[in-house]
């Protein structure tokens, strides 16, 4: 009897859980190479978001429809879509069961779930999203909302915050504070309203040569930038938030600092998905203890369990978390992953690169690549200065690098450029 079910379970060569932007390349790409009907996509979406637009979105530079598509439009043709969540890995088995239940085999299996936005981690949340003078970017609920409340705004204290947790796009919760704040002196209230960026970093950005430039921009723009402070909770019929001070370990003091709030931006802790959560309580040696896939931060293979590999931001992988690290992960994976489906070496390294075009204004962006030894930039100029031409690549060129490059298997991120562009004397 049991072995009737076993036989029945679907089983795939590949499976890859989450069709975002890690989940999407790599089907694309192994797609083609492998027999019809032998790799599958789970995901539980209905719509596909290029949410690098998001702050562009939130202030009012893009719409939400232009970054949006049907999943089923971008879930690679050939492929099976389960439409459905992970609610449990079974590595020791080879297989995941869903939400409804299904057990889904695998030869092998790519974990690409991205991040869970953790808004239930502050009281007070996520109800006070509907509220007057609250929004969001990362939310793509919420995210028109932002630049709605922009528009009904009249001044007075406007608090941008930055979480003490990951997050992906460690850029964005600033980027939405410079549009705000271009947008409050272009509607005549900059005079009347006081701008704070309350993060639980100790600096404004984490590699330095840009956080020096970012600092002249706050100092030069009146913004207020208090640092170690988290969000804990929000009182919306005082319009009160309240912070937690932290120590030099990003911990709690215990002490609070309470803010008075008319316009109030949150950026939401993050964390690993919920099934990973899980697998972390129950100590699998698929995740560490927070929930991070645990892949060797190079080649992105399993550590403990070899058919599983891991890219994006559900990654245990110390590089910043974004689309331009998927792209890069990207690389390695599709190299590595087809050396192991044909047993042999996995010699391709991902390198730790990312990259955040922190957009200071509608016109400029600071283009911030680095990796976590510091800056690893692909142009041969310094673009730490606010740059043009690198606004008009983040409007012009990166959404459709995302629609028609990466999640087509297509973008391998911009290495071979730096090289051509330095010569060949970078990596
Ligand atoms: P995602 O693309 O988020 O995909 C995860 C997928 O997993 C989703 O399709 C989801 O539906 C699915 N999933 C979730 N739960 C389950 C489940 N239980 N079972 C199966 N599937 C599941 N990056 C940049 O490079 N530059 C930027 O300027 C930039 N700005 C950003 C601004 C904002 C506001 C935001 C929110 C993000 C930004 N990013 C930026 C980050 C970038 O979007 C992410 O790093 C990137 O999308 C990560 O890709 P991923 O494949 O790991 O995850």
Redesign the pocket.
């Known amino acids: 009897m049991k072995l009737t079910a076993r036989l029945l379970i679907e089983h795939y060569k590949l499976l890859v859980?989450?069709?975002?932007?890690?989940?999407c390349a790599i089907a694309s790409k192994f797609v083609k190479a492998l027999p019809k009907g032998s790799l599958a996509v789970?995901?539980?979406?209905k719509f596909?978001y290029y949410?690098?637009g998001?702050?562009l979105v939130?202030g009012g530079l893009m719409k939400k429809q232009d970054l949006t598509k049907n999943?089923s439009d971008v879930i690679p043709s050939g492929a099976v879509w389960i439409n459905?969540?992970?609610?449990k890995f079974v590595p020791g088995k080879n297989l995941i069961v869903l939400?409804d239940g299904r057990e889904i085999a695998y030869d092998f299996v790519v974990i690409?779930?991205?991040?869970?936005l953790r808004y239930d981690l502050i009281e007070g949340f996520p109800k006070a999203l509907d509220t007057p003078g609250i929004s969001s970017?990362?939310h793509p609920q919420y995210?028109e909302k932002t630049y709605k409340e922009l528009q009904t705004f009249k001044g007075g204290t406007a608090i941008f915050t930055f979480p003490n947790a990951p997050i992906?796009?460690a850029?964005?919760p600033q980027?939405i504070c410079y549009l705000s704040e271009e947008y409050f002196r272009e509607t005549g209230i900059r005079d009347k309203t006081k701008v704070i960026y309350v993060t639980s970093l100790p600096k404004i950005f984490g590699v330095e040569k840009y956080a020096k430039e970012l600092n002249k921009i706050v100092q030069a723009r009146n913004i207020a930038v208090y640092n170690r402070q988290a969000l804990k909770k929000v009182d919306t019929d005082s319009k009160t938030a309240t912070f937690d001070i932290l120590d030099e370990n990003s911990q709690p003091t215990g002490k609070e600092q309470s803010l008075q709030y008319d316009f109030l931006h949150v950026a939401p802790p993050c964390s690993p998905?919920?099934?990973l959560r899980k697998a972390a309580a129950e100590k699998s040696p698929l995740t560490d203890e927070k929930g991070w896939v645990k892949v060797d931060p190079k080649t992105l293979q399993g550590v403990e369990y070899k058919n599983v590999f891991a890219?994006?931001?559900?990654a245990g992988t110390p590089n910043a978390?974004?689309?331009?690290?998927?792209a890069s992960q990207f690389k390695t994976l599709r190299r590595n992953l087809d050396a192991a489906m044909n047993n042999k070496t996995l010699n391709n390294e991902y390198d730790g690169y990312?990259?955040?075009?922190l957009v200071i204004d509608k016109k400029h962006v600071i283009l911030a690549e680095f990796n976590p030894q510091g800056p690893l930039e692909t142009f041969p100029w310094d673009q730490s200065k606010p740059s043009r031409l690198s606004y008009l690549m983040?409007r012009y060129l990166?959404p459709p690098l995302y629609w028609h490059g990466l999640v087509k298997g297509r973008w391998n991120g911009p290495g071979t450029y730096r090289k051509i562009f330095h010569l060949g004397m970078k990596k």
């Open positions: 859980v989450g069709g975002g932007a890690g989940g789970v995901d539980p979406a596909h949410q690098p998001f702050t939130g999943q459905d969540g992970v609610n939400n690409a779930t991205g991040l869970e970017i990362y995210v992906k796009c850029g964005a980027k998905i919920e099934a890219i994006g931001d559900c978390k974004t689309a331009a690290a998927v990312a990259s955040c075009p983040k990166m």
